[in-house]
């Protein structure tokens, strides 16, 4: 299986709801990431797990909050997000997180539209 | 700041012709890969080429690398309708001990047939 799966596919949410996206790998990766990309631009690092612990939070706000709660599962908890949060959110796994040496594998990202 | 920048930003090109995209970037780096975006959906990895390589092919793709320039460009031949698609460059920081990817702005490639 070398697939990386988001779920959902599309989320639209109120500024004051509490949702979480969802990605899952089984291909043994042992490094995670979430990244935010914005129409028309390039993808942007939000974070990095690394053996299931956060290597790199990239000035992310606090409302979002991610979460690895084994090898094979990334989750991204949201709340209390702005309009401008809308975005495709894209998760992508390496087998480890060492010098870049790995491709990433990107999942179809989930689309958040943030009313 | 982004490590890599492309360009063109975007290239419109017919069926069969060859498309070159060029990327630069900025400090010293591990290896510099290139990725592919279909309208809305995940990226695809291309090719990586490593800081002492100078040439790669990977199929139609040929991705060449100037440490000297910090330049790197993609070369996809005999383009196809499918090949439409956005296409990022991203480099790995050299000297770091786990380096995350940095992407570059992308050049959006149009096939038409």
């Known amino acids: 299986d070398t697939e990386v799966t988001q779920t959902p596919k599309h989320l639209v949410m109120g500024m004051t709801n509490k949702k979480s996206l969802k990605c899952e790998q089984h291909m043994g990766h042992r490094a995670m990431y979430w990244y935010k990309q914005k129409a028309k631009k390039p993808p942007e690092l939000m974070f990095v797990y690394s053996y299931e612990k956060l290597s790199i939070n990239e000035s992310v706000p606090s409302r979002f909050s991610p979460e690895c709660p084994n090898s094979s599962l990334l989750n991204l908890h949201l709340h209390a997000l702005q309009p401008e949060d809308s975005a495709l959110y894209l998760c992508?796994?390496?087998?480890?997180?060492?010098?870049?040496?790995?491709?990433?594998?990107f999942g179809p990202g989930t689309r958040l539209t943030v009313l | 700041s982004q490590q890599g920048e492309e360009d063109p930003q975007a290239l419109s090109i017919q069926e069969g012709e060859n498309a070159t995209m060029n990327c630069s970037y900025k400090?010293?780096?591990?290896?510099l890969q290139w990725y592919r975006q279909n309208s809305g959906r995940g990226l695809v990895h291309l090719i990586l080429i490593r800081s002492n390589e100078r040439e790669k092919h990977s199929g139609r793709l040929r991705v060449t690398l100037d440490t000297s320039k910090k330049s790197s460009s993609l070369l996809i031949t005999a383009s196809r309708a499918a090949d439409t698609a956005s296409y990022f460059c991203a480099t790995a920081l050299a000297n770091q001990a786990g380096t995350a990817l940095i992407f570059g702005k992308g050049t959006t490639l149009s096939v038409s047939s």
């Open positions: 992508a796994s390496s087998l480890l997180y060492s010098q870049g040496e790995n491709e990433q594998f």
């Open positions: 400090t010293s780096i591990n290896n």
